[in-house]
């Protein structure tokens, strides 16, 4: 039977047995906090400790040992720790703690550690100041081996201090906490005046400072982007332009943290905005000088994607309404020129290939302009063509003074062969004197045959009939002659060269007669006839036979001219009209084509630089050479096919061509 002393004693020994339960638990329970806070410590390599300046006494924990690369069998000491400091920072670590230990306050202070092998670490001391139960004074704190966090901020540094712009950070208040070194170095400063918040007056331009300190303040508080365009002075004094950029640093509950910031020079690219401007500027005034405008379409859709000032100007078009669109551009194209217009552009596209076009616009109120267009084909890199470029070129006034300029060489042209028709008046009054003289004997001798007592029809009417020819012939030489007096455009009617040739030959006989020339024609058959304008090719040809006749006139020796019709090359005929006068001027071969040049002394020098851009203009070619072995020898070539250039020879400034 169980007894109360018993139950007491049966209480007692669970209650003991329970508090040492308990006892136990708590025991493993501390060595598992132990445990987790040692590998917390290592893991974070951040060692505790416990200091009592009063006597000494310093408790390290296994991390603290392990940082300092101490054994943990050592005692700490203060001479151990101030082995272990780096001697750069020995001074600044011992002012630190003094001033701790004066003030009794807490410190957080970094350095560096010089360890045995050479390394150095970087450790961050934070410690607490406590009354201990004595009354002295206790520090209780953390050591932190931040190398690696270190290294990869001296990494970071290396990234920024390489990026070619100048990069800042700042506080939320928007105070400045940090500039890369390559800023201090382009400004020419050092951190003492960052902190000191000179910053701006040194290094800011004096008419930049202030809209820049107004746009930072607005930013800050409204907590925008920053952005604007400032002067910098370079450490030489120089001012350049920095586009300078700012983007708060947001937590996740969106509050400020901070700014980060950077600074671009941009002088470079502001100049080349400017010389950019220049330039267009420039060529705008070039492109209105030379009523020039530029353009670029794309093939698909042929939207246009640009379209100069000028172009707008030529076309119609009002800039402000935008582009035109392919249909309205077409409309802008003269009716009848269209197709022509068309023709080009599809070939180009299909070729892939430049285009050169000529061709009338027409204005909504009825002007028409001449407009020669150029265009450039633009392929990727697949060989596709993508886009056409050029430029179109207001060519109206040019088509005007050209037209004026052909008839001015028309004029010029008729003064020359009516100056020429009037030297020649002796002769041509001879040539008509004879088939009048001629018909005047017939007739008397028709008259003699029918006055007889019994009229001899027949030989009546043979003198009747020479009559007639004789009228005839001084009629077509009548008619040459009031045919190159002639004013009028140039017409281009199907020409036998040969014919002109035998024309001028007769018109000219008398002349040839004066002077006792021998003209010797080698005219080819069968020549094919051509399109040209006879009066223009006969004055040609009088031209060059009466300089002929000039340069042997004054000839002791035989006088003999040749005159030749043949084929040529590249279906061409080739006329040539040689002499034994006094030749060419020495070396001077091409000069006697150009205008004002002569070797009479009442020349005028336009006769051969007109009869040269007379051929021209039918698509041929007239020069001069030495006929050997004495003479000389003008030919020239006329095309038997295709279009003749009508115009071609209006301008003749240049003989060579």
Known sequence: M??????????????????????????????????YLEEAQRLSHTGSFGWRPSTGEIFWSEETFRIFQYDQTTIPTVELVVQRVHPEDAASAKQTIERALQDGSNFDFEHRLLMPDGSVKYVRIVAHALGDESGGLEFVGAVMDVTAAKEAEDRIRLIINTVPALIWTARADGRLDFISQRWLEYAGIDTETVGSGELGERSVHPDDIEQLR????????????????????????????????????????????????????????????????????????????????????????????????????????????????????????????????????????????????????????????????????VLNASGDLVQFVGSSTDITEGKHAEESLRQAQTDLAHVSRATTMGELTASLAHEVNQPIAAALTDANTCMRWLARDQPDLKEAREAASRVVKDAKRAAEIVGRIRLLFKKGASQRELVDVNEVIREMIVLLHSEVTRYSVSVRPELAE????????????????????????????????????????????????????????????????????????????????????????????????????????????????????????????????????
């Open 214 to 377: 107004n746009k930072w303040r607005v930013a800050v508080a409204e907590g925008k982007p920053f952005e604007a365009e400032i002067r910098v002075r370079r450490f030489d004094g120089e001012y350049r332009w920095f586009l300078s950029r700012a983007c708060p640093f947001r937590d996740r509950a969106g509050h400020i943290l901070g700014w980060y910031g950077n600074d671009i020079d941009i002088e470079d690219r502001k100049r080349a905005a400017e010389a950019l401007r220049h330039s267009e500027s420039n060529l705008a005034e070039a492109q209105r000088l030379t009523h020039t405008g530029s353009w670029a379409w794309r093939i698909a859709g042929r939207d246009a994607l640009h379209l100069s000032e000028e172009w707008y100007r030529i076309y119609g078009f009002d800039p402000e309404k935008g582009a035109p669109g392919f249909e309205e551009r077409l409309q802008r194209t003269h009716p009848e020129d269209r197709a022509k217009w068309q023709e080009a552009i599809d070939r180009a596209i299909a070729e892939k290939s430049d285009y050169e076009v000529e061709f009338r616009i027409l204005l909504p109120g009825g002007t028409v302009k001449h407009v020669r267009t150029v265009g450039h084909p």
């Open 2 to 35: 169980t007894t109360k002393h018993d139950e007491d004693k049966l209480l007692r020994s669970v209650a003991l047995q329970n508090a040492n339960s308990i006892l136990i638990a708590r025991q493993r329970a501390e060595q598992r906090r132990e445990a």
């Open 526 to 657: 069968d020549l094919p006839q051509f399109m040209g304008d006879r009066v223009q090719l006969q004055q040609v040809m009088m031209n060059l036979i009466m300089n002929s006749i000039d340069a042997m006139k004054d000839m002791d020796r035989k006088r003999e001219l040749v005159i030749k019709s043949q084929r040529a090359e590249n279906e061409e005929l080739m006329v040539s009209v040689s002499d034994t006068g006094v030749g060419l001027p020495p070396q001077q071969a091409e000069q006697v084509f150009n205008a004002f040049f002569t070797t009479k002394v009442d020349g005028t020098g336009m006769g051969l630089r007109i009869s040269r851009s007379i051929i021209e203009s039918h698509g041929g070619r007239l020069w001069a050479a030495d006929n050997l072995p004495r003479g000389a020898s003008f030919c020239f070539t006329l095309p038997t096919k295709g279009e003749t250039h009508e115009g071609a020879g209006a301008t003749w400034g240049d003989p060579t061509r």
